[in-house]
Structures are given as structure tokens and as C-alpha cells.
């Protein structure tokens, strides 16, 4: 039996980073994790998978519809599906392997298995338990079906299957209009797939700003991805080869049935706890199945922490990543802190979006007086020269202040420039702050400027 000052349980975004924190700070630690590898969903099955396979999919979108037009001739590349597989799993194992070397470099000892807790202060894995003077949990999500369908991973995927299938599907029917749904949605279609996207509500992605929302859904109609809105998916029949998917629409409670070859199912991801014996020990949780903190991510029992997916908040990974090192602060008599007011949102589709803050539709529910600044990417210089001139960046700011409250952006590399928007809003920043700042020309970044004169007197190329 070792005795750590640390344990955590499992090895994503969040549990790794809080582990080489707890390192960092001198605490001894070691980390949980089950999987083959280190890094979580995130690494293994979720966000670097995906961003693979849209970086090879927007490449071959590039060399279809843009590089004859710069002068770049010669036949379209034809996809190689096995390879990209490949590659995919080249991304993989570089990011998880660093990991590896992380936690080496750290001295943290990777506990391989599955832990639980039998009873405070103690985690167990395999035959073996260990003492922990603190242990934080990390265990992450995983995907969140809805009645009536049951994913196989081969004809009704999850997000986890949809990075593994054998061929391109040609008919791929995707569950719900979220982060993921439309992510992987617009990898099968640059890749060739008819995508229909069946979602219950009448907008896509629920949590974005109203305008972005319709725009985004726009352009994605416009690279061929086909909706089905205000669409309740009741069940989904599957063979070994196809799939039948039956929804009911709101308006007038019509049954349809559309045919797959391959269904994703992206209705969101519930958290993951199973086997480490909470109920046991007595962690209260939510009535969402989530493990409840205090604000210095303290369970309900003393010396234990929860993080990530696991808790509440957005399932992102660079949310449970600060978590992680704030729970690891505190842990080490630190003040650990997050400003849960200012957490960017991607999506990595092409054109990306992302946001921060408040949304307008927010802003008005609170009864809060703003102005918005909006920019076209179409006016930006290096826009019109790249060909990716789709999208905007819209700013809202206090109307009295000028602080800036929240900002939207549809646009290439939005997922990069939405963070010196954060940065401005972590000091407090005016929009005028923003337009005073000097930015290098020709960049997408001249466009957040622009966005930020549009607050005050103008801006300059519109
Ligand atoms: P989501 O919550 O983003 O979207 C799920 C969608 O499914 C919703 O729009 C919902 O209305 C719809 N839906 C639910 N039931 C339905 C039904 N019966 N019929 C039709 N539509 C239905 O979930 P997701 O896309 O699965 O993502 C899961 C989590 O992973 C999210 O928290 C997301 O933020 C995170 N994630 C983030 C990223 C990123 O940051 N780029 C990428 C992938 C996943």
C-alpha cells in the first residue's frame, strides 16, 4: 500500500492537469485511469479525434471548392478513409503519450485501473489500496442516449463510434443539433455523406447567441447539411447494415421515418460516476446525477473534491482543466479560482463559432441596457485573401460603461480570437479599451477591433 497526499481519479483534461498541479505544488500524487491511455474522452475519443478529422476534411473542402480558384489546379484528392483513421490515431497517441512524459517529468505515479472509494482517505484499484490524504474526482461523462434508442457503436453511434467507422457512411442521420452533432455531422459531409440533422428544438446549438445561431445554420445548410427542426426522435430501429429512425414533429405531431446507413446520437453526455462507490460513502449529488461541490469543489464528504464533467457547469474540457488546477490550489492552502463568467465556447466546424459572456437574449432578459458592435468578416482584409469571408464578430457592451459583456463570433479561427476578448473581459476592459489597442494588419484579429469601434464611433471599413 502507497500513501499519497493526492489521489485523482482519472486522467482527462481535468484530472491530469489537477494531478501535475498537485505535483507542481509538492504534494505527493498519483492518478487513477482505467483506459489504455492517459488524456480522457478529450484525448482518446472526443476533442482531439474530431479535431483531427475536421483539419483533414476542411483540407479536402479547401482543395474542392478554393484552390482552383487561386490558381491551384489538378485533380481534387480522394480520401483515403483507412488513412485518415491513421492519422487520426498518429494525433492520438502523440497528445497521450505527452501525457505520459508529463506525469513521469512530475513524479506522478499512474495507478492503472479502475479506482473506487471504499471509505475516506482510501482508493482502491484492482487488489490494491492506497492511502490519500486528499482525492479528487475527475471521472468525467459519457454519451447520454434518449429512450428508445440504443447505441451498438457500429450502425447507432455515439461520438466514440463515429470516430471509428469503417467506411464513410452514405446516408449519416444525426441526433440533436449540438457541439457534437454538428462537428462530426460536417466531417461525414465534406467527406461525402448525405447528413440530415434531426433536432428537437427550432434552433441549433441551444446556448448561442439568437443571430449566430441562424447564420451558422445558414452556412451549414449551404454546405449541404439538410435540418429537421422542432423534430422529436422517438425511436431508432437498426440492423447490422441500416438503421430506421422514426421522429414526431411538434407543430402537428406527424410521425416521419428517414433511412441510415449509420445514426449518430448526440444528444448530449450525462456524468460519469459508476463503481466508485459514492452512494456508499455517502457524496450527495444532484438530482441530475451530478456530484455536488462547494465553491472550493469540496464534496459533501471531508477530503474529497469533485471536478470536470462530473460536477455541474458546461462539459468542457478546459472548464474541468481549470477546476483541476484550482481544486489542486486549494488542496495546497492556495486560493484556487474560477471566473465561471468569462468560459469561451467553440465549435469546431467551418467557419468556427465562439463565445463568451452573455448572449443578447440574456442581456435582455436581465434588463441590462447594451449596445452591440458588429463587424462582417466580408470587410476584412486577410478574410477576402484567405477566401473565408463567411461570418461576423459581434461585441455587446454595457451601454453606459462600455464594459464588455459578452462576444460572438462566427468566423475563421474564431476559436483563437475569442481569447483576447476574454483576456479584455478578465480586466475589466471597455470596448473603446479593445479599439485602442493597436492591431497588426492584415489579420482576422482587425475584425474583433473593428467590432469594438462598432460600440463607439464606427468603425473603419464598414
Ligand atoms: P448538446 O447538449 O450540445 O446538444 C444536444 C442536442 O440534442 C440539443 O440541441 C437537444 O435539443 C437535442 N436533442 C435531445 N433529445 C433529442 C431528441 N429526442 N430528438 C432530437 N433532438 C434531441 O450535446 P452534444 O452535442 O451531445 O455534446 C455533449 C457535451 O459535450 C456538451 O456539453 C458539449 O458542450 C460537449 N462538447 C463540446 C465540444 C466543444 O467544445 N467543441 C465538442 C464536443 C462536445
Same mark, same amino acid.
Not at 114 to 122: N, V
Not at 168 to 193: C, D, H, N
Not at 328 to 341: D, L, P, S, T
Given at each position: 500500500?502507497? @500513501? ?5 481519479? !482519472? %486522467? !482527462?483534461?481535468?484530472?491530469?492537469? %489537477? ?5 507542481? $505544488? ?21 476533442? +482531439?479525434?474530431?479535431? =483531427? ?22 485533380? /481534387? ?7 485518415? #483513421? ?5 494525433? +492520438? ?5 505527452? +501525457? ?25 484499484? !484492482? ?58 455531422? @460536417?466531417?461525414?459531409?465534406? #467527406?461525402? @455523406? ?27 445548410? *449551404? ?20 438503421? *430506421?429512425?422514426? &421522429? ?42 451530478? +456530484? ?17 464533467? =462530473? ?36 465549435? &469546431? ?20 441596457? &447594451? ?12 478574410? *477576402? ?19 464588455? $459583456?459578452? /462576444?460572438?463570433?462566427?468566423?475563421? @479561427?474564431? !476559436? ?7 483576456? %479584455? ?21 482587425? %475584425?474583433?477591433?473593428? /467590432?469594438? $469601434? /462598432? ?8
Amino acid at each position: 500500500m502507497a @500513501s499519497y497526499d493526492v489521489i485523482v481519479i !482519472g %486522467a !482527462g483534461p481535468g484530472g491530469y492537469v %489537477a494531478a501535475i498541479r498537485c505535483a507542481q $505544488l509538492g504534494l505527493k500524487t498519483a492518478c487513477v485511469e482505467g483506459r489504455g491511455s492517459l488524456g480522457g474522452t478529450c484525448l482518446n475519443v472526443g476533442c +482531439i479525434p474530431s479535431k =483531427a478529422m475536421l483539419h483533414a476534411s476542411h483540407m479536402l473542402h479547401e482543395a474542392e471548392t478554393n484552390f482552383a480558384k487561386m490558381g491551384l489546379k489538378g485533380k /481534387a484528392p480522394s480520401v483515403d478513409f483507412k488513412q485518415m #483513421l491513421a492519422y487520426k490515431d498518429e494525433t +492520438i497517441e502523440s497528445n497521450t503519450k505527452g +501525457i505520459e512524459f508529463l506525469f513521469k517529468k512530475n513524479k506522478i505515479d499512474w495507478l492503472k485501473g479502475w479506482g473506487s472509494i471504499p471509505e475516506k482517505g482510501k482508493v482502491k484499484v !484492482g487488489d490494491e489500496t492506497h492511502e490519500a490524504k486528499n482525492i479528487i474526482i475527475a471521472s468525467g461523462s459519457e454519451p447520454a442516449s434518449i429512450p428508445g434508442v440504443e447505441i451498438d457503436e457500429k450502425v447507432v453511434v455515439s461520438s466514440t463510434g463515429a470516430l471509428e467507422l469503417p467506411k464513410v457512411p452514405k446516408k449519416l442521420v444525426v441526433i440533436g443539433a449540438g457541439v457534437i452533432g454538428l462537428e462530426l455531422g @460536417s466531417v461525414y459531409r465534406r #467527406l461525402g @455523406s448525405e447528413v440530415t440533422v434531426i433536432e428537437y428544438l427550432d434552433v441549433v446549438t441551444p446556448t448561442m447567441d439568437q443571430e449566430v445561431q441562424k447564420q451558422f445554420q445558414r452556412l451549414l445548410k *449551404k454546405q449541404g447539411m439538410e435540418f429537421v427542426m422542432g423534430a422529436a426522435v422517438q425511436s431508432v430501429e437498426a440492423t447490422k447494415t441500416k438503421a *430506421k429512425v422514426t &421522429y414526431k414533429t411538434k407543430k402537428d405531431d406527424t410521425e416521419e421515418t428517414v433511412d441510415a446507413d449509420v445514426v449518430l446520437v448526440a444528444t448530449g453526455r450525462k456524468p460519469y460516476t459508476d463503481g466508485l462507490g459514492l452512494k456508499e460513502l455517502g457524496v450527495e449529488m444532484t438530482d441530475r446525477g451530478q +456530484i455536488k461541490t462547494d465553491k472550493t469543489w469540496k464534496t459533501s464528504v471531508d477530503g474529497i473534491y469533485a471536478i470536470g464533467d =462530473a460536477i455541474t457547469g458546461p462539459m468542457l474540457a478546459h472548464k474541468a482543466e481549470d477546476e483541476g488546477m484550482a481544486a489542486a490550489e486549494v488542496i495546497a492552502g492556495k486560493h484556487g479560482h474560477v471566473n465561471y463568467g468569462i468560459i469561451p465556447s467553440v465549435i &469546431y466546424t467551418d467557419p468556427e463559432v465562439a463565445a463568451v459572456g452573455k448572449t443578447e437574449q440574456e442581456l435582455k432578459d436581465e434588463g441590462v441596457s &447594451y449596445k452591440a458592435g458588429k463587424f462582417q468578416f466580408m470587410a476584412n482584409g486577410r478574410a *477576402k485573401a484567405n477566401l473565408a469571408t463567411d461570418g461576423f464578430v459581434k461585441i455587446l457592451a454595457d451601454k453606459e460603461t462600455d464594459r464588455i $459583456l459578452g /462576444a460572438h463570433i462566427m468566423g475563421p @479561427s474564431a !476559436g483563437d480570437l475569442i481569447h483576447e476578448i476574454c483576456v %479584455a473581459m478578465e480586466f475589466g476592459a471597455s470596448a473603446e479599451d479593445l479599439a485602442m489597442t493597436c492591431h497588426a494588419h492584415p489579420t482576422y484579429s482587425e %475584425a474583433v477591433r473593428e /467590432a469594438a $469601434l /462598432a460600440c463607439g464611433d464606427g468603425p473603419i471599413h464598414s
